[in-house]
């Protein structure tokens, strides 16, 4: 080839790559400018994950496990059992709080008809001592009467009259008639007494009749605890979810406060994203959001800002760090958003498990 061509050759070459180089440098220009203008009005991270409500499967009493009715992954419904406490303890203490109930009962019922006894022996004493009184105004009449009596022939006696046997007949009928006004008088005394007396058996039943029934209600009290715990022995689903990490052998012993598994509420589910401290001056609750799951690239959610936290995550922890120790290093810090997922297709939700790793894009503008 003559040295010509080579150059003719050459120059196209050199043309070639102008042009390519050119185009190279639109290109990346044009992309440069458009994600610069992106992330004018996005803020975009991949710290981020998929949260969930985990309930915590607690006894409310201890026991041995009965029997269990679920397995590890398995979904249940609000209600289902998922297990059983043996119940013969707590059968038999329902069985010693419903006898003691009923001893309070008797009790009361006894103490209530010694409070009616009482009111009946005061109405009694009180009927007595009325007739008491009408009894010594009879009498004082009749004393009285015997009196003028004896006055009067006293004096016809000494005038000679009437005969000795008559004036003798005259005050034996007014000592008898003191007599019997005296004994009257004492029963009246009697039938005050008796009534005193009656009146303070009655404050006394009345007294034991209302420690009877606070025995009662306190015996009602125990009756329902018994019952409550009894019922606590069957332990079922507080919510619909997926069950986890199941170790529950039957007769194994469980103690109340102490969780035994977890209960995944699926349908309920957010996304905290954690963004640098250099991005969350451009967000704001309400904002829109798209959510790529690493697990499902064919999924792409939509999402909206529900809050932000109000510090940073090293603030919460256990240890919270102390700049002021002496041993200061500046790392970016970051702050957890919370993220609401808009989707409401229960076959998407059911593919996506807490702790997933996804990137969120919020829109800012």
Not at 109 to 135: F, G, W
């Amino acid at each position: 080839m003559s040295e010509t061509n080579q150059n003719k050759e050459k120059k196209k070459l050199n043309k070639r790559f102008v042009v390519i180089l050119a185009v190279l440098v639109l290109l990346g220009g044009s992309y440069g400018i458009y994600k610069y203008t992106y992330s004018l009005s996005h803020e975009w991270t991949d710290n981020a994950q998929i949260e969930a409500t985990i309930t915590s499967i607690v006894p409310r009493v201890s026991g041995y496990v009965e029997k269990v009715f679920v397995k590890d992954d398995q979904y249940v419904k609000k209600g289902d059992t998922l297990l059983i406490i043996d119940r013969t303890e707590y059968q038999l203490r329902l069985a010693q709080a419903q006898a003691d109930l009923a001893i309070a009962e008797s009790g009361a019922l006894v103490s209530a008809e010694t409070v009616d006894l009482s009111k009946t022996q005061v109405l009694t004493a009180d009927a007595s001592i009325s007739s008491a009184k009408t009894n010594v105004e009879a009498a004082e009449i009749r004393l009285w009467r015997a009196k003028q009596d004896y006055e009067r022939y006293q004096n016809l006696f000494k005038d000679k009259v009437v005969t000795e046997q008559q004036f003798e007949q005259v005050k034996a009928e007014k000592e008898s008639a003191e007599k019997q006004l005296e004994f009257i008088k004492e029963q009246e005394k009697i039938a005050s007494t008796q009534r005193s007396s009656s009146q303070t058996q009655t404050k006394v039943s009345q007294s034991q009749h209302k420690v009877a029934e606070a025995r009662i209600a306190q015996a009602k009290t125990a009756v329902e605890a018994a019952e409550l715990n009894l019922s606590y022995c069957v332990i079922t689903a507080p919510c619909d979810g997926q069950v986890s990490k199941i170790e529950l052998v039957e007769g194994q012993l469980l103690q109340a406060g102490r969780p035994v598994f977890n209960l995944v509420v699926n349908e309920d589910l957010w996304v905290i994203a954690n963004f640098k401290e250099t991005q969350i001056g451009t967000l704001n609750e309400g904002q829109n959001c798209e959510i790529s799951i690493d697990a499902f690239e064919d999924i792409h959610l939509k999402g909206t800002i529900e809050s932000i936290a109000p510090g940073t995550g090293s603030t919460f922890t256990l240890l919270p760090p102390d700049n002021a120790t002496g041993n200061f290093v500046k790392i970016v810090q970051r702050v957890p958003v919370r993220i609401t997922i808009d989707e409401t297709n229960k076959e998407v939700l059911q593919k996506l498990r807490p702790g997933l790793s996804v990137e969120v894009t919020v829109t800012t503008k």
